[in-house]
């Protein structure tokens, strides 16, 4: 297993839209294998496969539990997902691998169902709610092209490009 380089914003590949998944076979297994290790290493609660360049709709996601820690045992392989509902609203301070050290209050829906498959194409549907549900919405969005950032009202926009910029400035 491998892990992966993060794209960071603004990574034009970040917002290029992804494609189904239609071979459920071994690349796809070593895919997801290795985001795992990849969102392991950067204490992510998912990841999307655009974000290590992979233009398919595959993100992984892993909840901790009550003592915060994350289990294998829970990782969740979401293969081309669909939301068949969304319900509700609340706010929710979100960050990103590919936004690194930047957490702002975004809208989501509180609760969602899910179709999706696994990583031998078997369908299921899957119910969420509370963290379950942003980080599902979250990688969703980045399979679509779609940064937290994107949903922020204009003038938390222009801090963040500002808060970037000299984030920048001083890594160089």
Known sequence: ????????????TLRKISQEVKNFDEDLHRLLDNMYET?????GV???AIQVGVQKRVL??????DDNE????????????????KEGSLKWNEGCLSIPEFYEEID????????????????????GEGLLSIAIQHEIDHLNGILFVDKLP????KKFEKELKKIQKESK
């Open 60 to 65: 992984l996601i892993n909840i901790p539990r």
């Open 108 to 127: 989501r829906f509180e609760k969602i169902t899910l179709a999706y498959q696994d990583r031998f194409g078997n369908k299921k549907i899957l119910q």
């Open 1 to 12: 297993m491998a892990i992966l380089e993060v794209l960071k914003y603004p990574n034009p």
């Open 70 to 85: 994350q289990y294998q045992e829970d990782l969740l392989e979401i293969i081309n997902p669909v939301f068949l509902k």
């Open 46 to 48: 998912g990841l999307a």
């Open 39 to 43: 969102m392991n290493s950067k204490n």
């Open 154 to 157: 204009i003038l938390k926009r």
